[in-house]
């Protein structure tokens, strides 16, 4: 069955260090690729997408992602954190079959020491 | 800007009684969702709506659960009976088909807590 991991539940950082969320997938066929964030109290919102072209794509606030389609992955950075980046993120994986389901990771809980 | 509405943010029951949920999408979206997450994992997909049409709900528990959206515009969740493991937040979201993002536009949810 299709499913999209992110193996780091809880990542603490103080601010300015550089962050790096893991998201791997499983679907061989295309895909198109997002990250969401939430931040406390507030709804889910679009970060960034991927749907086809150059494999580095920036989002909003400073965060890119990196699309390896040989990995099956779509890692999310940032050079540098701020305190206001403390949220969750997840990942999400759009499959391109007659479907069209978006399928979540599990998400990535991240505090930004000050 | 435009949001998804979602009602009640916050709903308290006990096990057994019938709850429910209501969504009202962006104007214009025709494709809308709702979503499960439970604590500590990601948003499950239980149906799609396109227009008044279900289009996805193989994910959904049918002998408990139902989704209605009968003018293709606002959409209702009911849960009758609830049980403890339905304790989750029920999230909505919407998207206009025509948009070839495909962002899904997401309400603020609501919290069902089943005593």
């Known amino acids: ?114 | 800007e435009a949001e998804v509405a979602q009602s009640p943010r916050y709903k308290i029951t006990e096990k057994s009684q019938a709850v429910a949920f209501w969504c009202d999408p962006i104007s214009g979206h025709a494709t809308l969702y709702w979503y499960r997450q439970i604590l500590g994992q990601g948003p499950e997909l239980l149906v799609q709506f396109q227009d008044e049409s279900v289009v996805d709900d193989s994910q959904l528990p049918k002998d408990r659960f139902s989704a209605e959206r009968l003018k293709g515009v606002d959409s209702t969740l009911k849960i009758q009976p609830a049980e403890l493991g339905d304790s989750a937040m029920y999230l909505c979201a919407s998207r206009d088909r025509r948009d070839s993002t495909g962002e899904l536009f997401f309400g603020e949810g609501s919290r069902l807590t089943v005593l």
């Open chain 1, 1 to 114: 069955a299709q499913s999209v991991s992110q193996h780091n539940h809880h990542v603490i950082l103080s601010e300015a260090a550089s962050l790096e969320l893991g998201c791997n997938y499983s679907y061989g066929g295309t895909v198109n690729l997002f990250w969401y964030v939430q931040y406390p109290g507030q709804h889910l919102q679009l970060l960034l997408k991927y749907f086809s072209g150059d494999p580095l794509v920036k989002g909003i606030k400073g965060f890119e992602a990196e699309f390896i389609k040989s990995k099956f992955s779509f890692n999310l950075r940032k050079p540098s954190v701020q305190w206001s980046d403390t949220a969750e993120y997840f990942c999400a994986v759009r499959l391109m079959d007659s479907s069209y389901k978006l399928i979540f990771g599990s998400g990535t809980r991240l505090l930004v020491r000050p």
